[in-house]
């Protein structure tokens, strides 16, 4: 069986198009979203009493003139990882002035793209025999779980649901230590390793279970932020990130370990090799239950990670 691994997408269309063409690029059996499936900001499409259109766009002011302009515009913006949303002038002044309709809003653009992302997912591999899972992580709300689980292509699964690949199981968690961002799944290390252990009561052989979590382990530097200690938000980033899941593998040695990662950008230096198990990062492929050695990795980039914005 091989699979394909990506992770931290945050709601990067053109980055989501090309991760479910994978499993036919690269022959791949299954193709796996580790986490981080939603986007971070809203960019806002403002209508002119003219009937023209302006947006900014990575800090670059734009006018858009016809319907295939806004549309091109909205590609961009999705392809970034961002949500585009048309309204009125009136309406943006009215977003701009009430941060909890900024919530609401961006709430309701999120679960409609995790519905598209889905809906896109069941037209190409309905049929094809190409299996696919997404798995919340810390930058996604809540509110997408049903979503995914109510998916008929899609799989989806936590510490509480296991995913059957094969002669495999793969146990996922999209937990994480507390970062500066205030994210939605963060917890303390005691309760990552409380959500660790249930998610171990459903593994059995450790060389027939594969490991989805979405914190990377100690020492990894995965989550190390690439900005200056005073450009970061005050909440101090934890040291010991990865401590108690490194206790868990180390006691349950499983045959291989999907990598994540919390909330942080820049460059980050690759992972060390571990003693135990096969480690996968981001954007690669792993044939497991045959001979040969792990396949060549293959990058696929996310947008740079941010705070959730307006």
Partial sequence: MRIFFVTDLHGSEICWRKFLNAGAFFDAD?????????????????????????????DRHETLETEGEV??????????????IRVSEEEYRALQ???????????????????????MAEDRLAGTGIRVVACPANDDVFEIDDLLAGARVVETGDEDHPIELGDFTMVSMGWTNPTPWHTFREAEEPELARRIERALAHAGDPSTTIFNFHAPPHGSKLDN??????????RPYPREQGLGQDRQHARAQPGQRLRGRGSSGGDREPPPQEAEGQDLSAGQRLDVG?????????????PPSGGHSY
């Avoid at 932020?225 to 005050?234: F, I, N, R, V």
């Avoid at 040969?292 to 980039?301: E, F, K, L, N, W």
């Fill in 225 to 234: 932020p690439a900005l200056p200690a005073a450009a970061l938000p005050a």
């Fill in 97 to 119: 002035a009430d941060e909890e309709l900024v919530d609401k809003r961006f709430k309701e653009v999120m679960l409609e793209g995790t519905e598209r992302w889905i809906a």
């Fill in 71 to 84: 549309e091109e515009f909205g590609k961009r913006v999705m392809n970034r990882g961002y949500y585009p």
């Fill in 290 to 302: 045959g001979p040969g050695p792990p396949q060549t990795p293959h990058a696929v980039r996310a």
């Fill in 30 to 58: 299954v193709v796996v979203l580790g986490g981080d499936i939603t986007g971070k900001a809203m960019v806002p499409i403002v209508q002119r009493p003219g009937g023209s259109w302006d947006a900014s766009l990575q």
